[in-house]
């Protein structure tokens, strides 16, 4: 499964009122990356990540909270293997 991120960077982006140029130059990429990862045309590395993160001030656990999976545990004992 493919993590798409890019709508909510886009949005929190937009939301912040910061131009896809000021995200690029504060993180040290250019316009073009940002345009694609926004578009999820591409997966930044994770370092690049970090950094758009933190220029926008929000938690990488929100953009990747839509893949969040439950599992279920089972505890098997010893003596029930």
Do not use: C, W
Request: glycine letters at 2%; hydrophobic letters at 40%; zero cysteines.
């Amino acid at each position: 499964m493919k993590y798409q991120f890019g709508e909510k960077l886009r949005e929190i982006r937009e939301r912040k009122k910061m131009t896809m140029r000021d995200v690029a130059e504060k993180a040290g990429v250019t316009e073009s990356l940002i345009s694609q990862i926004e578009r999820n045309k591409v997966s930044p590395a994770i370092d690049t990540l970090f950094s758009i993160a933190e220029i926008l001030e929000i938690d990488l656990e929100y953009l990747f909270s839509d893949f969040k999976k439950s599992k279920a545990v089972q505890i098997i004992h010893k003596d029930e293997r």
